[in-house]
């Protein structure tokens, strides 16, 4: 946790917040902290800056906030992924998040096990918890949107072409010799398909909405290690 | 599995292989398999090519193999990894060894906590393990050397010079603002700390070694995540 994250219900007044639970023991346990220490804070999807420690007792603190900052700049980067087992799902909104990404469309694909479909990880605030470690991890304040997209042919051929107007788009293939280029701040819709790949109906139909098939070297990786090393091409 | 790995003990005759246990489970389960059928094969340390099942029993198989060409070309980078937790490490060879890398120094740093070093997993044999699915998961064949230095100071004023000599040498440490560059097939040396970072005197003594503080952008990532985004930029 390199930035204790505050909801506005944290709020008792106008400048201080009461924190418990979670945030509480993290705070006492992993900072060891004590009544005047400073720690960093942010407002979910609202500013940055830092608190003291202005009361403390056996299961809450308080702190005096100023928050002054905006967080870090998004990553122009959409992201469509083909839905993950809810395990590796966990670990990779954390990480996607923890690297800038604020628009992640989870998709339907071939190869996708329809069972993902029914994990509880995608009811109500469940994706939320992981989305928060990954702010808390960055130290950001700004909450990715999650877009559950069941059926991949009306999502591509009714939503695609507008998400991806004035990006560049990439599809991750293995099956082809084009290296993911660079594109440091520029505006990139990537899409990344199943252990197993995208099938060709999926590639082509993503090609037809103007993605480019690229990959990154000879060698075939997880899901979870092409999610980064294809998003560390954007920034 | 993208690749069924052969060791030179599975030969029973010149081109015959006879696979069990694992590997036959995975061939039976995963692949579906029945005489006749080709698989893609790769000898540990050597050529990559394809078997035919020619016999098949209830507890093992056999393969007729013809092994003939070279395994993907090794990633340039020599990396540097503060030794991590052990269930983060096993997932960090694996995708490590799935990027490509071929040496990889596990040093200490004075954020590491010192339990790390008597993990089972770096003793013997278990190393091997997780490097071994790493290479099946990115359908290469060549392992790589894993080096144990449990001590920062000596490891860094006797060998490093060598090691990164005629390379590129980047840290990755936040606390900078360099973006680390990309060095497409070019040897570079990458060392990267803990959680938390290396401390200034770490920095300091890399320096004096020819290394060079970068980050990729102003988020702080997880080791797991920064190992692979890093990577990503000499890919």
């Known amino acids: ?3 204790i994250l505050l909801h506005p219900s944290d709020l008792i007044a106008k400048n201080l917040a009461r924190l418990k639970e979670r945030r509480y023991q993290h705070i006492r346990q992993v900072h060891n902290a004590k009544i005047g220490d400073e720690l960093r804070l ?13 009361a403390l007792s056996d299961h809450d603190l308080e702190l005096e906030i100023q928050l002054q900052h905006p967080p870090p700049e998004p990553l122009p980067v959409t992201l469509l992924l083909a839905l993950p087992r809810p395990k590796m799902l966990k670990r990779i909104l954390q990480s996607v998040t923890a690297l800038g990404v604020k628009n992640i469309y989870l998709i339907n694909s071939y190869r996708v096990d329809k069972s993902f479909w029914n994990s509880s990880l995608l009811q109500g605030e469940n994706l939320r918890e992981h989305l928060l470690l990954g702010l808390e991890q960055a130290a ?20 695609l072409t507008e998400i991806a107007s004035f990006t560049t788009a990439y599809v991750a293939h293995p099956g082809v010799t ?31 909405c103007g993605f480019t098939p690229v990959r990154l070297g ?18």
Chains 1, 2 share one sequence.
């Open 218 to 235: 000879e060698r075939v990786l997880r899901v979870e290690t092409a999610v980064s090393v294809l998003l560390s091409r954007f920034i």
């Open 42 to 54: 942010g407002m979910v999807d609202g500013l940055m800056g830092a608190g003291t420690i202005v």
């Open 140 to 159: 950001d304040t700004i909450l990715p949107k999650i877009f559950l997209r069941p059926r991949f042919k009306p999502f591509v051929e009714d939503e």
């Open 178 to 208: 084009t290296t993911c280029p660079y594109h440091q701040g520029e505006p990139v819709t990537l899409a990344i398909g199943p252990e197993g790949g995208f099938i060709p109906y999926e590639v082509d139909k993503l090609q037809s």
């Open 1 to 3: 946790m390199n930035l």
